[in-house]
């Protein structure tokens, strides 16, 4: 078991997690930060406002970014329309 925080990054800000949470593994951190970033999406368009959030970092008890959950990780892009996520091009 271990300690993660959830930094919420927007395109202009960083919501920094001073609770935490506790997880068996960093696998079960990363599905809680897919389901996290859906439920920020929804909100967001409930609300009609369009600061999506970007990321959500996953950091460990010791303040190192132990990886991160994105946008267009968690959500279909068809779900949002073109021009909202912007991937980087594909490197063959």
């Known amino acids: ?3 993660f925080y959830f930094n919420i990054r ?3 800000s960083l919501m920094i997690d001073v609770e935490g ?4 593994s960093i696998d079960a951190a990363e599905l809680e930060a ?3 970033i859906r439920d920020l999406v929804a909100g967001a368009i409930l609300a009609r406002t ?5 990321a959500i970092e996953i950091v ?3 303040g190192f970014r132990v990886t991160e959950v994105t946008l267009a990780d968690s959500v279909p892009v068809s ?3 073109p021009g909202v996520i912007h991937r980087p ?3 063959s």
Not at 21 to 24: D, E, P, R, S
Not at 50 to 54: E, F, M, T
């Open 60 to 62: 460990d008890a010791a």
């Open 89 to 91: 091009p594909s490197r």
């Open 50 to 54: 369009d600061d999506l959030p970007v």
């Open 34 to 36: 897919m389901e996290s």
């Open 10 to 12: 927007y395109r202009h």
């Open 21 to 24: 949470a506790v997880f068996a």
């Open 79 to 81: 779900l949002l329309g």
């Open 1 to 3: 078991m271990a300690t």
